[in-house]
């Protein structure tokens, strides 16, 4: 999963999912697998990060790509992507249903969706509502 917004344009975002195809010194090659720009092609670079904060009297900096391994990604990370197969743990209810709507709209088909519910016997998930918040 791409971590950076590189080329948006490209769709190189923040939160793309990419197939790694070589590791490279200086460069990844990889192909895109979400969004409208599914089977391009693409290099990711490596960056350089600097400290936002210069507390410090001395510069720091590290370069490295901005990609990270990923099996899952949060619901958030989730919005305007379409995804093949989604598995949605439910053991911890969702913070609202627009999330747990976003969650079930990320896939491609309805049959590919898994819910983990808390037990066997229940078949439905609870609905958090801070009270003191809507005042």
């Given at each position: ?11 190189l ?5 990419l ?31 600097e400290p ?19 099996f ?29 709507y ?27 509502v ?6």
């Amino acid at each position: 999963m791409l971590l950076r917004n590189i080329q948006p344009r490209d769709g190189l975002c923040n939160g793309t999912c990419l197939k790694v195809i070589q590791f490279g010194t200086r460069v990844i090659e990889a192909r895109i697998l979400t969004g409208s720009h599914v089977n391009d092609r693409v290099f990711i670079p490596r960056i350089t990060l600097e400290p936002s904060d210069s507390e410090t009297p001395f510069k720091m900096s590290h370069r490295q790509f901005p990609v990270r391994l990923a099996f899952l990604m949060t619901i958030n990370k989730s919005q305007g992507q379409s995804v093949k197969f989604v598995g949605i743990d439910l053991q911890n209810p969702v913070f609202s249903h627009g999330q747990l709507y976003v969650a079930i709209s990320r896939c491609i088909s309805m049959r590919r969706i898994t819910v983990l519910l808390p037990s066997e016997d229940e078949e439905k998930t609870s609905n958090v509502v801070y009270p003191e918040v809507l005042l």
